[in-house]
């Protein structure tokens, strides 16, 4: 489900209940294009276990658009493969609280409990579940245009987001 805002606020996207392992494929598969509209923020219960298993079908996702490159003969499509491999070779994750992340850091990994301390951003997977106040202080930081991404049922916490969206 997707639902957005007429003057472009947000968009929100429900990704519908599956395994962690579905949910790590589908944000890994997601997040090269996220990335191009600027930094991400990530909640999940165990941030530094779903950063590893991120990381890790990244640098497959990595190895794959770098087969895809050398084998491609159109120059534009290689130098946009190159493009790409050189943007997700330069991608900095951080499973650290965002004030203490390194400089320069794109997608951070955080628990729920350090939602005050996220920067702004153009992307916000929710990979837990959230209380309605934990989503209210998500949303704050999120930029106009940004898009949030619920992997999970749509709980009743979550009906703050359509009230924020269509008022």
């Known amino acids: 489900m997707i639902l957005h805002l007429d003057n472009g606020r ?15 494929l ?7 294009r996220r990335l191009m509209a600027g930094p991400v923020v990530v909640v999940s219960q165990n941030p530094k276990v779903f950063l590893s298993v991120i990381r890790k079908r990244w640098m497959r996702l990595l190895h794959e658009v770098e087969i ?9 499509k290689r130098q946009s493969l190159q493009r790409e491999v050189h943007n997700m070779r330069h991608c900095r994750f951080s499973a650290k609280r965002p004030c203490d992340a390194p400089a320069g850091t794109q997608v951070f990994f955080i628990k ?26 998500a949303m704050q930081r999120l930029r106009a245009g940004g898009l949030i991404v619920i992997y999970g049922e749509w709980t009743a916490d979550y009906e703050i987001l359509l009230h924020q969206t269509y008022s």
């Open 112 to 137: 729920p409990d350090w939602l005050d301390d996220v920067p702004e951003h153009m992307t916000l997977y929710i990979a837990t579940p959230l209380a309605t106040q934990q989503v209210l202080r």
């Open 68 to 76: 895809q490159r050398s084998s491609t003969l159109e120059p534009l």
């Open 10 to 24: 947000w968009y929100i996207d429900v990704r519908g209940p599956g395994s962690s392992d579905q949910h790590s």
């Open 26 to 32: 589908d944000l890994t598969l997601h997040l090269p």
